[in-house]
């Protein structure tokens, strides 16, 4: 029998506590460490996300072959539909920005426009290197952070649009995955988060 325990990971790894730790005093100075430079990171010569995904969710070897397969169908649809200017290396910030912003979607139905993303981008680039040790971190480490990123992203946007043609149940439970993505990523209310022409915001509640 397989023992799945959740179909939508979070794995939490230092640099994720560190940008979850940092990014509320970022907002709170209204964007003041966006930083120009890139989350570069040279490729991995083989994507290890994938497999470590799908083994913490299921002992199961079928499933945990289905699982990983499935991931890296997610890492291929990102690198080469969505980010194909990337070629011997992989862009974190890029990743996060859309990570976040279709968490976002699926969470409040916003329409990010492409500016915003690239706001939002600069916003969670610049706390990461500031304030998360991403330049300190092994670069297996950040190989690892920038494919369960770019995973997550695709996938939330797959299991959003399916869910639109699947009902209210559907968009709820979305909805309820979206709001735990963004809790373990950024520490906030994800129901007080806004994206707009100034990037991520915080709403009084």
Not at 15 to 43: D, I, N
Not at 129 to 139: E, L, N, R, T
Not at 171 to 199: C, H, K, M, N, W
Request: with cysteine; proline share 6%; net charge positive.
């Amino acid at each position: 029998m397989t023992q799945s325990r959740s179909r939508h990971p979070v794995s939490p790894d230092r640099l994720k506590a560190a940008l979850r730790q940092a990014v509320p005093a970022m907002l709170l100075r209204a964007g003041s460490a966006a930083s120009p430079e890139p989350l570069q990171v040279q490729r991995a010569p083989a994507p290890t996300a994938p497999a470590q995904m799908a083994a913490a969710q299921s002992t199961d070897a079928a499933t945990r072959a289905e699982l990983q397969a499935l991931y890296a169908r997610c890492l291929h649809t990102y690198r080469n539909a969505i980010r194909p200017q990337d070629t011997d290396h992989d862009d974190a910030g890029a990743a996060m920005a859309l990570f976040v912003a279709t968490c976002l979607h699926a969470l409040n139905g916003t329409d990010a426009t492409p500016q915003m993303i690239d706001t939002l981008e600069r916003q969670l680039r610049g706390v990461v290197q500031h304030s998360a040790d991403w330049h300190g971190a092994p670069v297996a480490q950040r190989q690892v952070f920038f494919e369960r990123t770019a995973i997550l992203g695709v996938l939330m946007a797959g299991h959003h649009g399916k869910a639109r043609s699947e009902g209210a149940g559907a968009l709820a439970e979305v909805r309820r995955v979206a709001r735990a993505y963004l809790r373990q990523l950024l520490g906030f209310d994800p129901d007080a988060l806004t994206i707009g022409a100034s990037g991520l915001r915080v709403q009084p509640r």
